[in-house]
């Protein structure tokens, strides 16, 4: 995607290093850095400078073959994979990117690691970057078709960032909304800020203000009253890891906006790559783990001051302790349809298991 003229996508790599961009300083700052260490990759991961399940699994990728540069052995493969995966807990595209890593790279002599490493990390970001390209046509047609039965705008309700951002490019629930409006459908997004990390505020705002596509902010409990004003046309939010029968586990509060979409008979769709389904699971809420992250997240809210500083601000006594669950689950049965690179399918096993009949397990 764009930014101002120039094309970007979230990871990349320019004269030798990995490069991402530092999402913490978004949407005040657009600052790239480069990865050169195993633990700069983890630092990147665990302190969110990327996220996005999508983005996470690509850096993880790149994490490794960061690792392979230094010290390619079976124990510093083994170390890396072991780093990395503790970074975070709940989007499996971590989980996948290393796993895929390991088995390729551990045949392999080490003296070969390291470039099969930079190639397989490249295979799996062009491969991120097409996938949402194809959930964007898919999601697409249903914008299309809701434009087509409505006067004035299409209004899309999202949570926290699946844009861009959080992929390698395009977006898992974007992709429909930069291709409806690249098509000329007439769209607004309403933007939920999505506490406590304000990824809706900071980074889909920054995304929807940059491509010129209307958008209103707004807190991430005015959902609910919005739907029953008939204000909400469809949701589409993306996820952290979708079970084999479809339970949907995303940013925390996704649950809420989707039962008040099913109270309020709007459409909810989840867009995901394949790589986000978790074939091994099917209760997403015995089987996920739930990343808890600190209090402080919570307790204090970044912005810009009126001098221009980007500063914390403390919002609550210092002694009220703070809890952070950073994802929830919503059952299959509350969601209208998956938007993978392959087709909408239900939200159940059935579903899941005839787009990808080769991975379902019977
Ligand atoms: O904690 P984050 O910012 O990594 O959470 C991101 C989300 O919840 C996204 O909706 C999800 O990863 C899908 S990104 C295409």
Not at 176 to 204: C, M, S
């Amino acid at each position: 995607m764009k930014v101002g003229q120039q094309h970007f996508r979230s990871i990349w790599v320019a004269d030798g290093k990995v490069r991402v961009i530092d999402q913490t300083r978004l949407p005040h700052e657009f600052t790239p850095v480069a990865l050169e260490t195993l633990d700069q990759a983890a630092t990147a991961i665990r302190d969110m400078w990327v996220r996005g399940a999508p983005l996470i699994g690509a850096t993880a990728a790149y994490g490794i073959a960061i690792a392979m540069d230094s010290d390619p052995s079976d124990a510093g493969l083994r170390r890396a994979v072991d780093l990395l995966m503790a970074t975070r807990p709940t989007a499996v595209n971590l989980q996948w990117a290393l796993e895929g890593m390991e088995v390729h790279l551990a045949i392999l002599p080490p003296a070969e690691r390291f470039q099969a490493a930079m190639i397989r990390a490249a295979a799996i970001a062009d491969d991120d970057a097409a996938m949402n390209e194809a959930i964007g046509t898919h999601g697409l047609a249903i914008i299309e078709a809701i434009a087509a039965r409505k006067a004035g705008p299409v209004n899309v309700l999202t949570h926290c960032n699946a844009g861009w951002l959080a992929t390698v490019d395009w977006g898992t629930a974007t992709a429909p909304i930069y291709k409806a409006h690249a098509a000329g459908i007439p769209l607004h997004v309403w933007v939920d800020e999505t506490r406590p990390r304000n990824q809706g505020a900071h980074l889909t705002a920054w995304e929807m203000a940059s491509h010129g596509i209307p958008h209103t902010l707004i807190v991430d409990n005015a959902g609910g009253h919005l739907m029953q004003r008939g204000e909400v046309d469809m949701v589409i939010v993306g996820t952290d890891r979708t079970t084999a029968r479809g339970d949907v586990c995303n940013k925390i509060g996704t649950y809420l906006k989707a039962l008040a979409a099913h109270d309020n008979g709007v459409p909810f769709y989840v867009a995901l790559p394949s790589p986000t389904i978790d074939w091994r699971v099917q209760d997403g809420l015995a089987e996920i783990p739930i990343e808890e992250r600190s209090g402080d997240e919570v307790s204090l809210v970044q912005g810009k001051l009126a001098d221009g500083t980007v500063a914390r601000l403390r919002i609550s006594p210092e002694a009220t302790p703070a809890a952070n669950p950073a994802f929830d689950v919503t059952p299959a049965r509350l969601v209208t349809g998956l938007i993978t690179e392959r087709g909408i399918a239900p939200a159940s096993a059935e579903g899941l298991a005839a787009l990808f009949p080769e991975r379902a397990v019977r």
